[in-house]
């Protein structure tokens, strides 16, 4: 598969369930980025990895822990979530320098 | 707070009709935007892009316009078709030389083709 992949596509879980979502890029790019798309709010951007090291949190809270091993993987861990962290979760990827963005097309969290 | 918005949040036109998806931005800095079209259940996807140096831009039945003076930003779309159908967003971007930077978006409109 071409492009940015994430898995699940959809996800349930409770609130002291803990759960991974994936990122996968097939790009050959060196930046990925997790969003969150709620409804009507536009996309907040939550974390950005540039050469596998993490250069922006937006001051998200720590029950969100972001993982990047190597420059076409990311994953972003959920412990202990709140109703309210249900929203889309969206990847994205990009090269440093290059103009240009792509994203996945998201995993549906539900957390009840 | 937001750096980007859009002045409408649906937008309703015929099929066949030009639209015209408008945006306004604040930050001055900003040098570089995107159009993104999200189907329902999909992710973003992109449509055209423009720099700051520039002030139009064409692909195919979609051009950019850029307006820096009043930090204005619209879409068109020509000839539209049912799979136009979309929440369509305005994304901007300032590069800090040339390193990993995240988009700040708008919240979308909505467009809805009319048969």
């Known amino acids: 598969e071409t492009g940015v992949t994430q898995t699940p596509r959809h996800l349930v879980m409770g609130m002291t369930n803990k759960k991974s979502l994936k990122c996968e890029q097939h790009?050959?790019?060196?930046?990925m980025y997790w969003y969150k798309q709620s409804a009507k709010k536009p996309l907040e951007l939550m974390f950005v990895y540039s050469l596998e090291e993490r250069v922006e949190n937006n001051s998200v809270p720590s029950r969100f822990s972001p993982e990047c091993p190597n420059s076409s993987h990311l994953f972003l861990h959920l412990h202990t979530l709140q109703p309210e962290d249900s929203a889309l979760y969206l990847c994205?990827?990009?090269?440093?320098?290059?103009?240009?963005?792509?994203f996945g097309s998201g995993t549906r969290l539900t957390v009840v | 707070g937001e750096s980007v918005g859009l002045h409408l949040p649906t937008l309703s036109v015929q099929e066949g009709d030009n639209s015209i998806i408008n945006c306004a931005y604040s930050?001055?800095?900003?040098?570089?935007f995107i159009w993104y079209k999200q189907e329902s259940g999909k992710g973003p996807q992109f449509i055209i892009d423009?720099?700051?140096?520039?002030d139009k831009r064409q692909g195919q039945r979609v051009t950019v316009l850029l307006n820096k003076t009043v930090k204005h930003l619209s879409l068109q779309i020509a000839a539209t078709q049912p799979g136009d159908s979309a929440v369509y967003f305005c994304?901007?971007?300032?590069?800090?030389?040339?390193?990993?930077?995240?988009?700040?978006f708008g919240k979308g409109t909505h467009l809805i083709i009319q048969p």
């Open positions: 994205a990827s990009s090269q440093t320098g290059v103009d240009g963005y792509t």
């Open positions: 423009i720099r700051s140096n520039m």
């Open positions: 790009l050959g790019h060196n930046a």
């Open positions: 930050n001055s800095a900003s040098d570089y």
């Open positions: 994304a901007e971007n300032s590069y800090s030389g040339g390193g990993a930077d995240g988009l700040t």
